[in-house]
């Protein structure tokens, strides 16, 4: 069984985001564990990009903390190298696919593979320029994490039978960040999201409370959080392990209700 | 005419954007095929270009130009006399109709110099839609002019504080705009930029340009042209100048990127010279990047060709041959700015200034029977102020 699969295994999945490299490498190592620690069940590593036009200003101002900082590519892989020493949590990147093309595609999913990385979502990849990534990220057995958003309809059918490790339903319209309030009829989505596949999904963009977490982990399979964990690190720097373990566990335990 | 290819110009292009807006973005392609053939729109559109905006636009023989230059003769496609004082117009005519006849009842759309701002606020103030224009700080403040201009018809202007603060940071908070409200809301793109079809809609759009000045030259001297020369940022009057020479494969086209400080120093924004293939604002084609794929902060003293890409067809024109691109620095194009208000009684905009440099340093290589046209995209008013700063002068109160 795949790793990912492990996350979702008799539970639902609490996966956490984080941008790699804010506000360093070493510390993002830390958080991970400290995510670990707190309950999460897969992580998701962002690489930061001068230009993330899926995310909103939180993760943004993180990006632009982490390039600042000096982060390369190469530090990415390391950070990952460094990880799998010590968990065999899933870990899957979040990037944007300028960073795997200037890489060079072949060569980044080699070096995904060498270092330990489970799956890939590239947020300004959609369905029709998969071609682009698919054939290398075979080859090195990287699963393609599928995003559904609220107006794929037609699309869900043809995303959703190609979908690899989990689907990734994106809960809003707009931007990555904390909304109060998600309108989207999201039982429809994983409904329909089921019907075509049998892999797990989760629900990302805009959770950030325990009571939302345990409203769409009941609808769904896992839940995302990125900005209110980004938003943690925003604050408290370098001293963040202690609070994003308290906060996986808040969030966690709000998910076995 | 170019390889154009489910979105594809040779390996550019194509359709790099989030999911959530991939719908939209099939939706559109089908009303544009849609209108493109449909009587009552192409009737509509070419009544409010000529009524409207004043087209045609006049083709001038520059023979002060010409004489002082010693060379080719120089004709100059006037496109800074449409309404708005750009080519810009020609564009949002043809997209805020087509967004109105889609149901939109909203447009947004970035801008660098702002020329593309007014013309779609413009454009959205006469057929009645709401509009936001996204522009980057930086060039709110180097174009305060154009940012009142805006809001004087209308529209609300956002000023955009993230990343360089200039063109690209306004093309990245327009996406996010747009995925946030896609329902309502058309995203007029300025550029023949972005994922499929905007290329080919824009250069649609633009190519009444290069439409009108072949029949003008043919007119006027029963012979086409030995080049046609125009500023590239992401290309949309050159696209305009170049489609309908494509063919006449005598005819040379040749794009006038910005050099800024030059193109051996970072403060540039010669995406041909010094970019690198990627993938970045929806497209395949070159972009100023760093090794890790990082985009560049460009720079030019021109906010309308600071930006760090290319449209994908203009990169096919190059990778086939069809087109070459030339590096115009900072100096060379004030220069050209100032030579051809003394010469010819004509401020251009800086943007268009760079296509007039490159003609003042080959024009003497010709001869007087060759013919030469420059597009002049657009008028300079926006940009005194900037260009007596750069002399040293201050005229601001």
């Not at chain 2, 970072?266 to 293939?277: H, I, N, S």
């Amino acid at each position: 069984m795949s790793r990912i699969k492990n996350a979702f295994e008799n539970k639902k999945a609490f996966i956490g985001f984080l941008t790699a490299g804010d506000p360093s490498i070493e510390k993002t190592e830390e958080f991970i564990y400290k995510l670990i620690e707190g309950g999460a069940d897969l992580i998701e590593i962002g690489i930061p990009f001068s230009d993330p036009i899926a995310e909103g200003p939180v993760i943004q101002s993180a990006n632009i903390r982490s390039l600042s900082g000096g982060t390369r590519i190469s530090h990415l892989f390391e950070l990952v190298e460094n990880v799998r020493k010590n968990t065999e949590i899933p870990l899957v990147f979040l990037t944007y696919i300028n960073t795997v093309f200037k890489y060079g595609t072949e060569e980044f999913f080699k070096k995904c593979n060498e270092s330990g990385i489970d799956g890939i979502i590239i947020p300004d990849l959609p369905f029709e320029e998969k071609a682009e990534i698919k054939e290398s990220a075979e080859k090195y057995d990287v699963d393609i994490i599928s995003l559904i958003a609220p107006t794929s309809e037609d699309r869900i059918k043809l995303i959703a039978k190609e979908s690899q490790g989990f689907v990734y339903v994106v809960s809003s319209m707009g931007v990555t960040g904390m909304r109060s309030e998600i309108k989207t009829d999201l039982e429809s989505i994983v409904e329909s999201v089921r019907k075509y596949t049998d892999n797990p999904i989760a629900i990302g963009f805009g959770i950030n409370s325990p009571e939302q977490a345990e409203k769409y982990s009941k609808l769904a399979d896992g839940v995302i959080v990125g900005s209110a964990i980004v938003k943690i690190i925003e604050e408290h720097k370098e001293d963040s392990g202690k609070y994003l373990k308290e906060y996986a566990e808040k969030m966690k335990s709000a998910m076995k209700n | 005419m170019s390889d154009l290819n489910n979105g594809r110009y040779g390996i550019h292009g194509g359709q790099y954007v989030p999911e959530t807006l991939m719908n939209e973005i099939h939706h559109l392609e089908e009303c544009y095929e849609f209108y493109k053939n449909d009587k009552e729109f192409n009737d509509e559109l070419e009544s409010l270009l000529k009524e409207y905006a004043g087209r045609p636009s006049l083709l001038y023989y520059a023979e002060k130009m010409t004489k002082d230059l010693g060379g080719a003769k120089i004709y100059i496609k006037r496109e800074d006399l449409n309404h708005t004082g750009s080519h810009k117009i020609n564009n949002v005519l043809g997209q805020v109709l087509m967004a109105k006849k889609m149901g939109k009842t909203r447009v947004i759309a970035e801008t660098g110099a702002g020329q593309h701002g007014v013309a779609t606020a413009t454009a959205a103030a006469l057929l009645g839609l709401e509009c936001e224009i996204f522009m980057g700080r930086e060039d709110t403040e180097r174009q305060k002019l154009n940012v009142y201009r805006m809001e004087l018809l209308g529209a609300k202007v956002h000023a955009v504080t993230s990343g360089t603060q200039t063109l690209k940071d306004a093309v990245n908070e327009t996406m996010r705009e747009w995925v946030s409200r896609v329902h309502d809301t058309h995203y007029v793109l300025g550029s023949v930029m972005g994922p499929h079809p905007f290329p080919m809609i824009v250069r649609d759009f633009q190519s009444v340009i290069s439409k009108e000045a072949r029949e003008q030259i043919l007119e006027k001297e029963g012979r086409l042209p030995l080049a046609v020369v125009a500023c590239v940022g992401g290309g949309s009057n050159a696209m305009g100048m170049f489609y309908n020479f494509i063919n006449d494969k005598e005819v040379k086209l040749i794009g006038c990127e910005a050099g800024g400080k030059g193109v051996d120093t970072f403060e540039t924004a010669a995406t041909m010279a010094t970019g690198k293939l990627g993938i970045f604002h929806g497209m395949k084609s070159y972009f100023c990047q760093d090794d890790d794929g990082q985009i560049a902060p460009v720079y030019s003293i021109s906010a309308g060709l600071d930006y760090p890409g290319v449209g994908p067809e203009h990169a096919y024109l190059r990778d086939s041959g069809r087109a070459e691109y030339v590096p115009i620095t900072d100096d060379e194009a004030v220069e050209a700015f100032e030579y051809i208000a003394k010469t010819e009684g004509i401020i251009c905009a800086i943007e268009s200034a760079h296509a007039v440099a490159h003609v003042m340093k080959t024009a003497k290589n010709y001869s007087k029977d060759d013919i030469i046209i420059i597009c002049l995209s657009g008028r300079g008013d926006k940009d005194v102020s900037a260009i007596a700063k750069y002399r040293g002068v201050d005229i601001n109160e």
